[in-house]
């Protein structure tokens, strides 16, 4: 179900013990998951207070990696005040202005803020994998690509071969796993909803939010978030341009655009079922709406050599009338 954005009941003695009592709690925003967002204004103070419900979420990854981020230079929001038992946790506000508002009032800009997302995960992997982050293994890679088959394809009434897909991304996942690319700390939601614009002349003026659940894997995955975004389009001719700024930054192997193609097919099949799950588990029907998006930037990656297996299956699968808006027409019928 949809949740309701009031403020959780022990958010007033909460704030109260962390000196702000009596502060005003606003609607800020809701996500993907059981998460909720308020601001809270206490005369020219503002702060954010993150509702993380156990036992659905665990807010102690996102105050790991903040401090993480933080450490090395980036701007992660300050945690201001924590209890786990509740799952609240007040974080310094960055304000309102997020990369993806910005660059649509502003499209004079778009180059140059993706160059500085680009600078920002140059910067980000010439650091290790943060200590004690779990490894995105393939057993993580095939229980996300299988969300597409346990949920979009039964919501649109077909059948398939679930063992084939299995072996067709086992076919290609070793070209990710054998990369000479060290293994970095993987945002794993790192797009345009996500990074604000700050005051701030460290991290490149960017905040960085929704990390928790990051893992240590492959540097192309947060670059493939970025510029193959499910809320918004990237034009092909930036998201080349800015695969080439960060090529010649990092200098990462022969093997990079292989595995990134492969990364961007296994993150858009992930979001098509996740898309899914979220209207037909949750209520959020407005998910079905970037799910064409989703079928254009997944067939385009699947055009890369490397994909050949996986996009056997899906021509074999999932013909091309059930995807795009195909979702779309059974919601409605």
């Given at each position: 179900m949809v949740p309701t954005m009031i403020p959780p009941a022990a958010a007033p003695a909460f704030l109260a013990r962390a000196g702000w009592e009596g502060a005003d709690i606003l609607p800020l925003a809701g996500d993907a998951s059981f998460r909720r967002y308020f601001r809270v204004v206490d005369g020219a103070r503002r702060a954010v207070l993150m509702d993380a419900p156990p036992p659905h979420e665990d807010p102690r990854p996102f105050i790991a990696i903040a401090g993480h981020l933080n450490t090395h230079g980036f701007a992660?929001?300050?945690?201001?005040?924590?209890?786990?038992?509740?799952?609240?946790?007040?974080?310094?506000?960055?304000?309102?202005?997020?990369?993806?508002?910005?660059?649509?009032?502003?499209?004079?800009?778009?180059?140059a803020v993706y160059t500085r997302a680009i600078d920002l995960l140059v910067d980000l992997h010439a650091f290790p994998a943060a200590e004690d982050l779990a490894p995105y293994d393939r057993a993580v890679y095939q229980r996300e690509?299988?969300?597409?088959?346990?949920?979009?394809c039964p919501a649109v009434n077909l059948t398939v071969d679930e063992a084939g897909y299995i072996a067709a991304w086992n076919a290609v996942l070793p070209i990710v796993e054998a990369s000479a690319s060290p293994a970095v700390t993987v945002l794993r939601?790192?797009?345009?909803?996500?990074?604000?614009?700050?005051?701030?002349?460290?991290?490149?003026?960017?905040g960085l939010l929704d990390f928790q659940d990051a893992l240590a894997g492959h540097p192309a995955y947060d670059l493939v978030s970025l510029l193959q975004d499910a809320r918004r389009d990237v034009p092909p001719a930036l998201e080349a341009a800015m695969v080439e700024r960060y090529r010649a930054l990092a200098?990462?192997?022969?093997?990079?655009?292989?595995?990134?193609?492969?990364?961007?097919?296994?993150?858009?099949?992930?979001?098509?079922?996740?898309?899914?799950?979220?209207?037909?588990?949750?209520?959020k029907a407005r998910y079905l709406s970037f799910l064409?998006?989703?079928?254009?930037?997944?067939?385009?990656?699947?055009?890369?050599?490397?994909?050949?297996?996986?996009?056997?299956?899906?021509?074999?699968?999932?013909?091309?009338?059930?995807?795009h808006g195909a979702l779309q027409e059974f919601a409605a019928a």
């Amino acid at each position: 179900m949809v949740p309701t954005m009031i403020p959780p009941a022990a958010a007033p003695a909460f704030l109260a013990r962390a000196g702000w009592e009596g502060a005003d709690i606003l609607p800020l925003a809701g996500d993907a998951s059981f998460r909720r967002y308020f601001r809270v204004v206490d005369g020219a103070r503002r702060a954010v207070l993150m509702d993380a419900p156990p036992p659905h979420e665990d807010p102690r990854p996102f105050i790991a990696i903040a401090g993480h981020l933080n450490t090395h230079g980036f701007a992660a929001p300050e945690i201001l005040a924590r209890d786990l038992d509740l799952g609240l946790v007040l974080i310094e506000d960055f304000g309102d202005l997020r990369l993806k508002e910005h660059v649509e009032e502003q499209p004079a800009d778009e180059l140059a803020v993706y160059t500085r997302a680009i600078d920002l995960l140059v910067d980000l992997h010439a650091f290790p994998a943060a200590e004690d982050l779990a490894p995105y293994d393939r057993a993580v890679y095939q229980r996300e690509t299988g969300l597409l088959t346990e949920w979009y394809c039964p919501a649109v009434n077909l059948t398939v071969d679930e063992a084939g897909y299995i072996a067709a991304w086992n076919a290609v996942l070793p070209i990710v796993e054998a990369s000479a690319s060290p293994a970095v700390t993987v945002l794993r939601d790192y797009h345009a909803e996500n990074i604000m614009l700050i005051d701030r002349p460290t991290s490149h003026g960017l905040g960085l939010l929704d990390f928790q659940d990051a893992l240590a894997g492959h540097p192309a995955y947060d670059l493939v978030s970025l510029l193959q975004d499910a809320r918004r389009d990237v034009p092909p001719a930036l998201e080349a341009a800015m695969v080439e700024r960060y090529r010649a930054l990092a200098n990462p192997p022969a093997d990079f655009d292989a595995a990134y193609a492969v990364l961007g097919a296994q993150r858009n099949a992930k979001i098509i079922g996740i898309f899914t799950r979220l209207w037909k588990r949750d209520g959020k029907a407005r998910y079905l709406s970037f799910l064409p998006r989703m079928w254009a930037l997944l067939e385009r990656d699947l055009a890369h050599p490397a994909l050949a297996p996986v996009a056997e299956w899906f021509a074999t699968n999932i013909p091309t009338q059930y995807r795009h808006g195909a979702l779309q027409e059974f919601a409605a019928a």
